[in-house]
């Protein structure tokens, strides 16, 4: 996987957004797989830290079922991070008034496609 400036610049303006709005939510009509976090700590961390946000999604892992594959709520920014076929990623984060800070990463080509998750979730060898 691959950084992607273009993705990087997509996935700030929507953190600005929603840092905005103090409202974490997915962006409409997206050509992008995306994976939300948010901080919410007291006092404010200066910055977000990167590996506790991969950390989070990727811990999903120990509820997904490899034997069966397919999407859940429960797994899919899991899915998403490993997803094989998605080879370029862009990440922003922004702050909002009351100090949270909101983390978006987006990745192209999206994953987490019905009936392709044998194929690009695979186990760590």
Known sequence: MV?????NLWAQAWAENIAARDMMYHRPNNPYGENLY???????AKRPKP???????????????????????????F?????KASI??????????RDN?????NYSPPGNYRKKFKKNVLRAK
């Not at 950084?3 to 993705?7: A, C, D, Q, R, T």
């Not at 370029?88 to 008034?97: E, Y």
Request: charged share 15%; net charge positive.
């Open 3 to 7: 950084l992607s400036h273009k993705i």
């Open 38 to 44: 948010v901080f919410v700590s007291s006092p404010a």
């Open 51 to 77: 590996k506790a946000v991969v950390s989070a999604w990727y811990n999903e892992i120990k509820y997904y079922n490899f034997r069966k594959g397919g999407f859940s709520g429960a797994t899919g920014h």
């Open 79 to 83: 899915t998403q991070v490993v997803w």
């Open 88 to 97: 370029k990623l862009g990440c922003g984060w922004a702050r909002s008034r």
């Open 101 to 105: 800070i909101y983390v978006v990463c």
